[in-house]
């Protein structure tokens, strides 16, 4: 008996079929073997990140909602940041026990960015329903500012230190700037947000700082930073 040559699920083409000297003649009817690997696919997928969040190719998988994001929330984090993020949050559901009136963020900037990206920030924060404390209209003529600026560290949940070129150039000078961010740090509810610059240039400057993990405006735009930072705050 002549028996066919092809594996279980038949030929894989019609001039495999014509060889077959079982099968010889009716290669018009074959049925087409697929091979089917027998190992998983999973070490391989899109989503997967290398680098907290970041892909292999440069760019920010945003896959991830952390507990605090409503249920009707569209926003998504990057696994890095849900981890940066959830202390942040946890101090600020432990202070809403607590200190129910305190503002929602501080926002520390360089006096070169008032008009501009810190503003912009302030704005955006405050349409989403944001408290901010923001020099430009929380400290009033005649006011001692350290004073001033003391108290509203005091009075804010969180602190967000908005991270630009100015911001940089400022900190070795030991001004105002640097007041702010060495009372932040001395707390763990602190949001770099870093606009136009890097971590790694931030690191040069100040390396505790850079040492924490947070937010990049060269990943998505401002606007998303802000809703990030309303939902990380919102009770």
């Not at 089917?36 to 989503?47: D, I």
């Not at 680098?51 to 696994?79: D, E, H």
């Not at 305190?102 to 349409?127: I, M, P």
């Amino acid at each position: 008996m002549v028996r066919c040559t092809a594996p279980v699920r038949g030929h894989s083409s019609a001039s495999a079929a014509e060889n077959c000297p079982a099968c010889r003649g009716r290669s018009r009817g074959y049925t087409s073997y697929s091979y089917s690997p027998s190992y998983s696919h999973s070490s391989f997928s899109p989503s997967r990140t290398s680098g907290g969040g970041r892909s292999s190719s440069g760019g920010s998988v945003r896959s991830v909602k952390p507990r605090w994001s409503g249920a009707g929330s569209s926003i998504l984090y990057t696994p890095a940041e849900v981890q940066a993020l959830t202390p942040v949050r946890k101090s600020v559901e432990d202070l809403a026990e607590k200190l129910p009136d305190l503002r929602d963020v501080f926002l520390c900037h360089a006096w070169d960015d008032r008009k501009g990206a810190a503003k912009e920030l302030h704005d955006l924060l405050q349409s989403l329903g944001v408290s901010v404390w923001f020099s430009e209209k929380d400290v009033g003529l005649g006011q001692p500012l350290m004073r001033t600026i003391d108290k509203g560290l005091a009075n804010s949940r969180v602190g967000i230190v908005l991270v630009t070129p100015e911001l940089l150039r400022r900190l070795p000078k030991e001004g105002i700037a640097d007041k702010e961010l060495s009372a932040l740090l001395a707390r763990d509810r602190l949001v770099p947000i870093v606009h136009g610059t890097t971590y790694e240039a931030l690191r040069e400057v100040s390396p505790l700082l850079g040492s924490r993990s947070g937010l990049d405006t060269a990943e998505e735009p401002m606007a998303d930073v802000a809703a990030k930072l309303a939902e990380l705050v919102a009770l």
